[in-house]
């Protein structure tokens, strides 16, 4: 699963990404230095890894991984494939979830004005402008999609006549300016998948990236505050970070970057927190495997049962899946050591329908 990076041009995408992923040389800071999308991939900060190894020797730890997406800046117009709008909604149409960068600080580093389309820095404004451009996009999407799927419910089809439900939904919502992703559906699984089959961009869940300069590092400003205000009435998370000193921290030394965080009063870099909340965003979540060769985390969505779960690691572990036998990592701080665990009788053998939990460390057993 990806998540895919945007923001209006010169809010500091482009850092945040290459900060993010260790890309190496950073992007010029111009409109559009982005073309193609770049993708990296980010290691999940997870304390929980050096807990299992902390109790089960091991040679090394290999963490979960997120896959990031840094799409092109967006300009008004966008949906209309002005600039490079088709560019922008092709990419932002393949990626799982939205990170969205907006700029919460009126001046660069250096002291130099920063030039924006609108003249301004207006945080709130920058968010709507990109969400307006999701909408309208999605807008065009449901009204070509709308008459097939009626001449299909004439017909009895199933499908076409849940698709024409949804799509009848959507119109009215997205023609107010709201995304698809503020009507509700719970109960209707049926809409549920027609939604999902239609592929709407502003459908998907998004996350802020409120980027601050050096004066406001937690975030407490009043720019920052309007976006964390928006935030919670969208049922969005915002995340603080300040892009030039990520992009600083990136290239230290352990050493080096612990002295700095200490000297900014962090305890970790704002990108570990960028990275979890991202994670989270994709309704994912991590389990175990723990032996002499490494200590590994693997990604599974949110609901997913044990031999989906066994097929993250192989195929085959899917396909001749008998059990999984499982305990938490909270039972291995209490307990110690697997064989305490046992003796206990913590260690839970579960079937086909067990539904993986997040930190459940797992033996599967299987036959092919």
């Known amino acids: 699963m990806e998540a895919g990076i945007v923001g209006l041009p010169n809010v500091g995408k482009s850092t945040l990404f290459n900060a993010l992923t260790a890309a190496g040389a950073l992007a010029a800071n111009y409109p559009f230095a982005t073309i193609e999308p770049n993708i990296g991939v980010v290691a999940i900060p997870d304390p929980r890894l050096e807990i299992i190894r902390s109790h089960i020797e091991s040679q090394k730890i290999v963490p979960a991984m997120l896959r990031l997406v840094d799409i092109a800046g967006i300009v008004r117009g966008a949906s209309k494939g002005e600039g490079l709008g088709n560019k922008f909604l092709s990419h932002i149409r393949e990626v799982d979830?939205?990170?969205q960068v907006v700029r919460c600080f009126e001046k660069a580093p250096g002291g130099e004005e920063i030039t924006h389309v609108e003249g301004t820095v207006d945080p709130i404004r920058d968010i709507e402008t990109i969400e307006?451009?999701?909408?309208?996009?999605?807008?065009?999407?449901?009204?070509?999609?709308?008459?097939?799927?009626?001449?299909?419910?004439?017909?009895?089809?199933?499908?076409?006549?849940?698709?024409?439900?949804?799509?009848t939904s959507l119109k009215p919502v997205l023609n107010e300016g709201r995304p698809a992703r503020t009507i509700d559906f719970t109960g209707k699984p049926e809409l549920v998948k027609a939604v999902k089959s239609l592929g709407l961009i502003s459908?998907?869940?998004?996350?802020?990236?409120a980027n601050v300069d050096e004066s406001d590092l937690h975030g407490t400003g009043q720019m920052s505050q309007r976006v964390r205000d928006h935030a919670a009435t969208v049922g969005a998370e915002v995340v603080p970070v300040c892009a030039k000193i990520e992009s600083e921290l990136s290239e230290l030394s352990p050493e080096d970057k612990l002295e700095m965080l200490q000297s900014l009063g962090l305890d970790e870099p704002a990108l570990n927190a960028v990275a979890r909340a991202a994670y989270k965003l994709l309704h994912v979540q991590s389990y175990y495997t723990a032996g002499p060769k490494e200590i590994r985390a693997w990604t599974v969505p949110v609901g997913c049962k044990g031999p989906q779960a066994a097929g993250v690691i192989h195929s085959d572990?899917?396909?001749?899946?008998i059990r999984v036998e499982v305990y938490s990592v909270d039972d291995l701080v209490k307990h110690k050591t697997e064989k305490a665990i046992k003796d206990a009788g913590r260690l839970r053998v579960e079937g086909k329908d067990y539904t993986m939990q997040d930190g459940d460390v797992c033996h599967f057993l299987f036959n092919v």
């Open 132 to 167: 307006t451009e999701l909408v309208l996009a999605d807008l065009e999407t449901v009204a070509s999609a709308l008459p097939k799927a009626e001449r299909g419910a004439r017909g009895k089809d199933p499908e076409s006549i849940a698709r024409v439900e949804a799509l």
């Open 317 to 321: 572990f899917e396909r001749g899946f």
């Open 203 to 209: 459908a998907k869940r998004v996350l802020y990236v």
């Open 97 to 99: 979830a939205i990170v």
